[in-house]
């Protein structure tokens, strides 16, 4: 493998990470070590090398001036081929228990067999269980003067604050095209191969910013000779300008295209919102950031649209990302595309909030009787009576309920994505209609949601929510939009299984499934 043999070897053969690279050498070099570090970025943009290097720069016998390794004494040796007894690595994920971590914490109180210094690599450290960050901090806590630990991760948002607190973070930025299409040339000039730039170029796209990836494409190129089948600019165009647009369906087909690959999610997510903040500046600036070309391409599919449709596209972009880089997956990305594309009308802000008014019905309306009677005659089949609990002492069971509002509805929004996130997802695709007779009618934008919604599972879940965040007396009633969209059901079914955590019980709740 290509990544293997041209691992670098010494801290100048790391590309576009000079402050990392200064930060560990000037603490090498002034005695000044931490005693333990967090990596965090990416994969494949260089966390576990740099970990060695470390390690490397820390044995070393003969370092530079600098600190940097000399890379050829037997402690760097040891190290590069992996033989010494001073440096452990272990893979969080399948070492994530709280019995691993006991074992850790019993071995490392032992001295070092030849070095002053005993370092412990633990990568993909958020895959740990919170029993075992638990047993870890109390090892970072009080440490051993001669352990040093350096923890890799690509989800930091997944690691405790209490073990961030005790680490000095070091963050690895995604590479860049021009920083990955440098490595890749020195490659083919180390195989004696010639390949165009052009290639390489689209190579270094496809990668989505890791070296790792880049390389293994190359050597896939080497042997076949075809080049990457997704072209990222295209791709992250395509998306744009149907966000621009607002094409449900060619958004829904990139979606559709990418839900397998959680890199290329969080391309779209974060280079697209980079190109249109970088399309906001060229607006008042003559200066672009970078690939000018990509912002040419962009300025032409955006003619003729409102800068403030823009700033807002933009601004909804920006607030996804950091739930799509947090471990959601597709699914946020998903529920923004579908809102953003939707041909209502519809206010969208950091809360995806799509009615800006109440609705309000003749007040002569009552709930009393006429609520139970329509219960006891089962008018219709697919609606779920609300759950009698008493929860606020203060209302009234027969106190009528003839409007709701924002606020009302926000409630149980929230109550939703604090019990199930499943059933948040299919709210987030309907639209508040109004309430009549003691029911809350929901529109459902797809199909999708109208069926899952119309289970009993799920309709008695949602039923008992809104009971306890609004009133008792209500009840859940969903129809199909008349504009409704047909997406697949297998696209959407896929994303969200896929993306939504949730307890098994919820899975059966919301999938109809069983528990095997």
């Not at 450290?125 to 090892?139: D, P, Y």
């Not at 190129?221 to 449900?248: C, M, T, V």
């Not at 003691?438 to 809104?466: D, P, Q, R, S």
Request: proline share 4%; charged share 25%; with cysteine.
């Amino acid at each position: 493998m290509l990544y293997r043999k041209y691992r670098p070897q010494r801290f100048s053969e790391l590309v576009a990470l000079d402050e990392v690279v200064s930060t560990i050498l000037s603490q090498v070099k002034e005695g000044t070590l931490a005693h333990a570090y967090l990596f965090s970025g990416p994969k494949g943009v260089g966390k576990t090398t740099s970990a060695r290097l470390l390690a490397k720069a820390i044995f070393c016998e003969n370092p530079g001036t600098l600190g940097e390794p000399c890379g050829i004494c037997p402690s760097c040796l040891s190290v590069q081929n992996a033989n010494t007894l001073d440096l452990i690595e272990i893979d969080a994920a399948s070492n994530r228990g709280i019995d691993d971590i006991r074992n850790l914490k019993e071995k490392v109180v032992l001295s070092p067999s030849t070095h002053t210094k005993k370092i412990y690599i633990i990568d993909e450290v958020h895959m740990l269980t919170k029993e075992a960050f638990n047993a870890l901090l109390k090892t970072l806590e009080e440490p051993p003067e001669h352990a040093v630990f350096v923890l890799c991760t690509t989800e930091i948002n997944k690691v405790p604050a209490t073990i961030l607190s005790r680490c000095v973070r070091l963050n690895f930025p995604r590479a860049s095209k021009e920083s990955i299409i440098e490595k890749l040339t020195t490659i083919c000039e180390a195989e004696g191969r010639e390949v165009p730039q052009e290639i390489l170029g689209r190579i270094a796209e496809s990668a989505t910013g890791g070296y790792r990836d880049a390389e293994t494409l190359l050597m896939s190129y080497f042997a076949s000779g075809l080049l990457p089948e997704i072209h990222n600019d295209e791709l992250l165009l395509g998306f744009l300008e149907a966000l621009i647009k607002k094409n449900r369906p060619k958004a829904m087909e990139i979606l559709k295209d990418v839900r397998e690959n959680q890199d290329l999610t969080e391309s779209l997510v974060l280079d697209g919102a980079k190109l249109l903040s970088d399309l906001l500046i060229a607006k008042y600036s003559k200066e672009t950031d970078n690939n000018p070309e990509l912002l040419l391409s962009l300025r032409r599919i955006s003619e003729g649209v409102e800068t403030s449709d823009l700033i807002d596209l933009t601004a909804n972009l920006s607030k996804v990302s950091t739930e799509t880089i947090s471990g959601m997956g597709n699914l946020p990305l998903l529920i923004f595309t579908l809102e953003w594309c939707s041909d209502q009308t519809e206010t969208r802000n950091s809360k995806h909030e799509i009615r800006n008014n109440k609705v309000e019905l003749d007040p002569s309306i009552s709930l009393g009787s006429s609520t139970l009677r329509d219960r006891a005659s089962g008018s219709d089949s697919n609606e779920m009576t609300a759950t009698e609990n008493q929860k606020d002492p203060k209302s009234s069971v027969n106190k009528p309920t003839t409007e709701i509002t924002d606020s009302d509805w926000d409630k149980v929004l929230n109550l939703c994505k604090a019990e199930n996130q499943g059933l948040l997802a299919l709210l987030k695709g309907c639209k508040l209609l109004g309430i009549k007779n003691g029911v809350i009618e929901l529109g459902a934008m797809y199909t999708f949601h109208l069926e899952k919604l119309k289970e009993a599972h799920t309709l008695a879940l949602l039923n008992k929510i809104v009971g306890t965040a609004i009133s008792p007396n209500l009840r859940v009633k969903v129809t199909l939009l008349d504009n409704a969209d047909s997406i697949p059901t297998e696209a959407v079914v896929s994303v969200i299984k896929k993306s939504i955590p949730m307890e098994s019980e919820d899975a059966v709740a919301i999938f109809s499934g069983d528990i095997l």
